[in-house]
């Protein structure tokens, strides 16, 4: 990734202070998202549910009684 | 008598209980021992004395009228600096937070007060229970008490220290990727990180919400089971509460290791992060302790570690963005340097790589709970190294993440470390998980208690 680019992801995600007066750090957070998303395996069945999955509040079910 | 502040909190409140000893008495003798050690400590952030004095003599009167509530009346429990207590500063420890106080007591702050725990102060963190020890901050990091040039682990770092140097007789901790459970392995104390959702969060300063646990530290498995069955309970203010009562964790605590199978998960230590050579003997050395006890011990399987890692740091660090997205933006130059390094990967993870870590999150809880279907509790390493020291930043950067503790944050299983042996190097203490299936912390303590009675560690102090 070009400096540019990583420049352009850093504001995109409202670092604009961080890059001018940390780039270094944020150069290296770009590094270890690239590392993190490597790590580990993606579930291949598409019906997957992410955990927690999605509940009602206790309040809307009881209230919904 | 010995002197109190060297007492467990099971034996200073069989001793409160008898009229032997009073909550004066003990926490004066605390306070003692504070100004002894804590200069080389840094475990305190704001000592509490004159308050607590006031909460010691309270209990002391009402114990004399009534006798004790129960086993907390008037035992000094530290606070880790991220849990509210009314009326003082939540630091953090960090300068992002010096001044803001906290209203009212977190909700496991309020439980213990209940029982008649005394508060004898607030306790070094990570700065907002990340990163590392750090001296870019406004107070220095806590040190470890078998060797104060080294670290003491973290990031409930002040509680392990106080706890092991006998400051205190227990304290709170947080653990969100092993932050209770680190401190206590390398501090040769008993952490636990309960089963998520056993004990309310409401109060405590957030990291990631869907990992955050607050844990119990002591110096043994009883009394870590008695302040455990304090804190734990409803509450239906903790939109992750489980909504389980307390019980007496206490009650299996003789039962012995007979008949529970246990699976020793050596991948995590022998192939997917090799641990030191220390290590690697005490846990084998543990396993044969097991084994001698009564247990049948045998090898499991589960996902890789590395997965279990990468899963927790990418929700970890996003739903950490997510609490400190307008800090990182408009104030990253008020965060130590490894604080902000280590918070600022969440805001450049995409909303699907979150989204993929919590759907693969779900196929880890179900390998580790169908390992629960053959085997009672598992055995894995803690800590694959002992502490480094505390002023070699590339040593820690290496050690820290050498570790096994972040899959059971990952899947919410109760796991508790305890000591497991000594580094001969250094001299200081190694540690071992055992875990448990959802909310069996009972049954966790059993095993953790046999161990505890078979193994030498437990009459070890540090060299202070």
Known sequence: MQEKDREALALAAGLAKAWKDHRADVEEAIASVTRLRAGFARPSDPAAEPTPSYRLPHTATEAGR | MTAPHTLSLAEAAALIAARRLSPVELLADCLARIEAVEPRLNAFIRLLAGEAMEQARAAE??????????????????????????????????KLQLDRVATEDAAVVQRLREAGAVFPGKLATHEFA???????????????????AHHPGGSSSGSGAAVAARMLPAALGTDTGGSVRHPASHCGLVGLKPTYGLVSRRGVFPLAFTLDHVGPMTRTVRDNALLLGAMAGPDPLDPGSAMRGPEDYTRDLHKGL???????????HETDTPASPEVAAALE??????????????????????????????????EAAAVHERWLRERPGDYAQLTRRRLLPGMLISGTDYVQAQ?????????????????????????????????????????????????????????????????RAEGLPLGMQLVAPAFAEALLYRAAAAYERAAPWRQMAPPL
């Open chain 2, 258 to 268: 007979k008949g529970l199978r246990i699976g020793f998960v050596r991948h995590f």
């Open chain 2, 130 to 148: 990340i990163g590392g020890p750090c001296f870019d901050l406004p107070f220095p990091p806590a040190r470890n008490p078998w060797n104060p």
């Open chain 2, 359 to 423: 759907r693969r999150r779900t196929s880890l809880v179900a390998a580790v709970e169908a390992a629960f279907r053959e085997v009672d509790l598992l055995l894995c390493a803690s800590s694959m190294d002992p502490a480094s020291r505390i002023d070699d930043p590339e040593e820690v950067e290496r050690t820290y993440s050498r570790q096994a503790r972040t899959p059971f944050n990952v899947t919410g299983h109760p796991a508790v470390s305890i000591m497991c042996g000594i580094s």
């Open chain 2, 285 to 318: 050395e543990a396993a044969r302790l097991l084994a001698a006890e009564g247990a049948e011990v045998r090898s499991i399987t589960l996902p890789p570690l590395a997965d279990f890692a990468a899963v927790n740091r990418i929700i970890l660090c996003t």
């Open chain 2, 61 to 94: 009167a009402e114990i004399a009228r009534n006798g004790p509530r129960g086993p907390l009346h008037g035992i000094p429990v530290g606070l880790k600096d991220i849990i509210d207590l009314a009326g003082h500063p939540t630091t953090c420890h960090s």
